[in-house]
């Protein structure tokens, strides 16, 4: 079973910034993807930011040029620096795994930690 657990959210002005964590459970090389999603109240949850087992990267083009995805092979977490953040970044930021490795797999997700940007 993958675990991911998600940090450093919080509260910022706008145009802070915040970096946030993604501790998984195991070698994040293992995943076929990771990523980083977000859901606003009333709205679907969207993908921010992913990154694949191969290095290639891609973004919502809302968050292109100020957040950057990267992540650290040792400590096996994946991070989103967040730069110049507006009041609509506001959201529920999720971690996710795309595992498909045979025995575990499957879509993971993170419980989630909130960013709130105010104006």
């Known amino acids: 079973q993958v675990q991911l657990v998600e940090s450093g959210g919080g509260l910022v002005q706008a145009g802070g910034s915040l970096r946030l964590s993604c501790a998984a459970s195991?070698?994040?090389?293992?995943?076929?993807?990771m990523g980083w999603y977000r859901q606003a109240p009333g709205k679907q949850r969207e993908l921010v930011a992913a990154?694949?087992?191969?290095?290639?990267?891609n973004y919502a083009d809302s968050v292109k040029g100020r957040f950057t995805i990267s992540r650290d092979s040792a400590k096996n977490t994946v991070y989103l620096q967040m730069n110049s953040l507006r009041p609509e970044d506001t959201a529920v930021y999720y971690c996710n795994a795309d595992d498909r490795r045979p025995l575990t797999r499957g879509n993971y997700w993170g419980q989630g930690t909130q960013v709130t940007v105010s104006s």
């Open positions: 195991g070698s994040i090389f293992s995943f076929n993807a």
């Open positions: 990154v694949t087992s191969g290095g290639s990267t």
